[in-house]
């Protein structure tokens, strides 16, 4: 849990996410301290220096730097950006087993510094990825959270903001379930200020509709396949999401954020890392919002928690 002045975050993997991330923390000053940690320690020192020659336009006095797992030992917050890249052809499984092995190396050095803070994973699929940290770290799963739906969440915002002409900020809506395909969103729930936006369609004259609504669900779902088939990776968004992340956890906000978080009873989920809202601040997770779902809703959470309770059975660590 945060507790000092000096606000420290670790970062491990300065590939793209990793330094969009870091980048985002230098231009909006959210910490003291930021050390970047990476198999190629080159890179991480030649980053830490391109970084450091920005400080004096940042408004920021940041303290930028490569290090080893030793300075995780008083670090607030980890944050995990490393994995390796799908290979043509590679299955899921063998990817996630391919990203184990690498969370194996990476987490047993962290918590043998002497690391009590917080684990926030960026790596996909992320709510696999998140329960593993938690599983080799054996922390408590509140200290333990993964980006999950937080940018999905901020493109259905922006997506519906953009339809009935308001602010994405005043649009009151999530994206639950696996930062995948089977993610969705609950309709019944979403909200323009005060009002169900399944109520505005219904008085528009069918000037919003459904049809509508489900074709904002798929461009959210679909995004990162048409930015990955434009640029080859997505990195800025999620950049902004962990920043966003961070910035709850060291202001301890208590913010509501879609992170990927343990289910333990709630939604009639157990042992499950899946993105949820939750209520974000300086002790991690301090609780996970419980919605009223309609029986619909909880059947597509259902399925979704389904998938991934299968995949992370797969790899067989327990």
């Known amino acids: 849990m945060y507790q000092g002045q000096n606000r420290k975050v670790v970062l491990i993997g300065t590939g793209m996410v990793g330094m969009s991330y870091a980048y985002a923390l ?7 301290e930021l050390v970047l940690i990476d198999i190629d320690k080159k890179r991480a020192t030649g980053e830490a220096m391109d ?30 950006c490393a994995g390796v890249a799908q290979k043509p052809g590679e ?47 054996g922390f408590n799963p509140r200290r333990v959270l993964g980006t999950g739906t937080t940018l999905d969440t901020a ?20 994206v639950m379930g696996e930062h995948g395909d089977s993610e969705f969103v609950p309709w019944s729930l979403a909200m323009m200020a005060c009002r169900p936006v399944l109520e505005l369609c219904e008085e528009s004259g069918g000037k919003y509709t459904m049809e509508a609504l489900l074709s904002i669900q798929d461009e959210v ?30 202001g301890n ?46 059947g597509q959470l259902n399925a979704s928690c389904g998938k991934l309770k299968e995949y992370y059975q797969d790899l067989n660590l327990e």
């Not at 230098?26 to 003291?32: A, F, G, I, K, S």
């Not at 990817?95 to 994973?121: C, D, H, K, W």
């Open 253 to 298: 906000e208590s913010s509501v954020l879609t992170v990927s978080a343990m289910l333990r009873g709630e939604y009639g989920q157990n042992r499950v890392f899946t993105g949820v809202p939750a209520i974000i601040n300086a002790s991690g997770i301090q609780k996970v919002l419980e919605l009223p779902l309609n029986a619909d809703e909880q």
């Open 26 to 32: 230098l231009n909006q000053n959210v910490c003291d």
């Open 51 to 80: 970084l450091n020659h920005g400080l004096a336009f940042s408004g920021s006095n940041m303290k930028i730097y490569a290090g080893d797992y030793s300075d995780c030992s008083n670090a607030d917050i980890v944050s995990i």
């Open 91 to 137: 299955t899921r499984l063998d990817l996630l087993l391919r990203n184990t092995e690498v969370f194996r190396s990476i987490v047993s050095p962290v918590t043998e510094s002497g690391f009590n803070g917080i684990f926030l994973v960026a790596t996909n699929p992320v709510d696999i990825m998140t329960r593993i940290t938690c599983t080799l770290s």
């Open 155 to 174: 493109r259905l915002r922006y997506l519906l903001g953009r339809m009935f002409g308001v602010d994405p900020r005043n649009m009151h809506a999530y």
């Open 221 to 250: 779902k679909n995004a990162a396949y048409k930015i990955i088939e434009a640029k080859k990776a997505t990195y800025y968004g999620i950049g902004m999401a962990m920043t966003r992340i961070t910035r709850a956890i060291f």
